[in-house]
């Protein structure tokens, strides 16, 4: 595996709502999760890991847990060259395309 590869991915975690307390003391357990929303018995979470086995890993353990319904895995993408990519992102934030006007990052790059 290149040591610049990420894998960034997403899903979904489904629960009563009464267990939602629980359940996200769960996955805030893991240093790699972050609760990007939540609602009634739902948890979307997005996930960055250098491993892809860390990511089903991680969801076999958060199924673990006997107050999960149910995690479905939404996005998986693989970077294998996140220094370009950085450039690359960086290159193009120059305009906000939806008002034509410059964006507050341009003063910055």
């Not at 250098?50 to 969801?59: C, M, N, V």
């Not at 996005?75 to 193009?92: G, R």
């Amino acid at each position: 595996m290149p040591a610049s590869e990420v894998h960034i991915s997403s899903f979904i975690i489904y629960c009563s709502p009464n267990a939602m307390d629980s359940v996200r003391d769960k996955i805030n357990s893991f240093s790699t999760t972050e609760i990007y929303a939540e609602s009634d018995g739902k948890f979307v979470v997005v996930m960055e890991t250098q491993d892809q086995g860390f990511i089903t890993s991680t969801i076999d353990e958060i199924n673990e847990h006997p107050e999960v319904i149910n995690t479905a895995l939404v996005y998986h993408q693989i970077e294998t060259d996140i220094d370009t990519l950085d450039t690359d992102i960086h290159a193009t934030a120059t305009t906000d395309a939806s008002i034509g006007t410059p964006t507050p990052q341009e003063d910055t790059l």
